[in-house]
């Protein structure tokens, strides 16, 4: 054992007259204790929400998708291209494009998505995502079935087997000069994905049904991928656009997503600022804690420098002492975080309205990287709050000490 460790030891064992060193002590480890624990489960119930999210999207939408489809041939080659890919799982043609639906007298803009089913339900969920009616009348012709998402067609007030319109944005030459193209379709079910912008404003229907609709002459506006590892999805992006060239825009998930992701991060990144704040009000505790701890040892640190002590050992000694009562409360603030994070992950202690959140319970995810830097944080704050102490401990003249201590 070291002296400084030693001695710092000495200092916070000592008894001393009255309690208000110790009850200061106690309050520096527990303001850590509580700023650590109330930072890591925050992060790990923000990585939930957002994970939580990204599987939600991630069943809806493929995880990389490529537009810019030109020709029937320009989508086979683009196939070819595709599955020729390492990382390649599934894939899948799609027809997109913006309309209005129409329902009696109720109108709102949607996204219209072509599929083939039975490709398509190989690249995302979809297939287990029906709530009501079934997939297989989508591809009727006389009367094209079309799958809405739940809170779509709550908003329509349309059922299985009513009859909506399609306007599409691109006009048709007629005798009587450039009208909306228009196209009836029958509700063939509902589906949930989990995700309020995708049940509020998107529609499934065959892909031959799309394409026509929708003017795309390509027979697909594009191909959707599914990989075999998520992770790789930045590199297999890259390599496909490498392949496919300027002509061909490939996007991944998360482009698809930016803004939302870029909000999720910013919120974690300003939680993690403020949370911060508390560890930093604890931190000036202990700050405090020492230069009263200095005051009272004055006549040890003079006993000390007489008998040879240089300002280095002193300042050591200030700095260990500091570091225990910090790295105390940042172990005891991981332990509580750990804890709470377990209740709030195996019990419903917070009940979340589905209807709203889609969740009966609040998710959490806690990493191993949150905990690296929620350690880091406490112990770097806490060992800051030292630096002062230390030093104006070391500058002590050992005859005043001794003297007047």
Same mark, same amino acid.
């Given at each position: ?171 048709? +030459?007629?005798?009587? /000069? ?6 009836? @379709?029958? =509700?063939? &079910?509902? $589906?949930?994905? !989990? ?110 420098? +007489?008998?040879?002590? /240089? ?6 000694? @200030?700095? =260990?002492? &500091?570091? $225990?009562?910090? !790295? ?78």
């Amino acid at each position: 054992m070291s002296l400084e460790l030693f001695i710092s030891l000495r200092y916070l064992k000592a008894k001393r007259k009255g309690l208000f060193a110790v009850v200061t002590t106690l309050i520096g480890v527990a303001g850590v204790t509580v700023g650590v624990a109330a930072l890591l489960t925050t992060m790990s119930v923000m990585n939930g929400f957002q994970t939580d999210i990204q599987k939600k999207i991630i069943g809806a939408q493929a995880h990389i998708t490529i537009l810019g489809a030109r020709s029937p041939q320009d989508v086979s080659d683009t196939l070819a291209v595709v599955r020729a890919d390492p990382d390649h799982e599934a894939s899948s043609p799609f027809a997109l494009g913006q309309a209005i639906l129409t329902v009696r007298d109720r109108s709102i803009g949607v996204v219209v998505k072509g599929i083939d089913p039975k490709r398509e339900f190989a690249v995302n969920d979809l297939a287990a995502k029906l709530v009501t009616g079934s997939w297989e009348k989508i591809g009727e012709s006389r009367i094209p079935g079309i799958v809405l998402g739940v809170e779509l067609a709550d908003h329509l007030g349309s059922e299985i087997g009513d009859e909506v319109v399609l306007v599409s944005p691109k006009s048709v +030459a007629t005798p009587l /000069g450039l009208l909306p193209k228009m196209q009836k @379709f029958r =509700v063939a &079910g509902t $589906l949930k994905t !989990g995700y309020y912008e995708y049940d509020s404003a998107s529609a499934w229907t065959g892909l031959s049904a799309a394409s026509k609709f929708l003017g795309v002459d390509a027979g697909a506006s594009g191909v959707g991928v599914k990989l075999k590892d998520l992770r790789r999805v930045d590199a297999a992006a890259n390599r496909l656009r490498g392949v496919l060239g300027f002509t061909k825009l490939v996007r991944t998930y998360a482009q698809m997503n930016q803004t939302l992701f870029a909000a999720l991060k910013l919120e974690k990144t300003v939680m993690f600022i403020i949370l911060t704040l508390i560890t930093l009000v604890a931190s000036l505790g202990i700050a405090s804690t020492l230069i009263l701890r200095s005051v009272e040892k004055t006549r040890d640190i003079g006993l000390l420098k +007489a008998m040879g002590a /240089g300002p280095g050992l002193i300042r050591r000694i @200030f700095l =260990v002492e &500091g570091f $225990l009562i910090g !790295g105390s409360g940042v172990l005891m603030g991981l332990g509580l975080g750990m804890l709470l994070c377990w209740i709030i992950g195996n019990f419903q202690i917070v009940e979340l309205p589905p209807d709203i959140y889609y969740l009966s319970r609040v998710p959490v995810d806690m990493r191993p990287w949150d905990v690296v830097a929620v350690t880091g944080m406490g112990l770097l704050l806490s060992l800051l709050a030292t630096l002062y102490p230390a030093s104006r401990a070391a500058k002590a003249d050992p005859v005043e000490a001794i003297h007047y201590g």
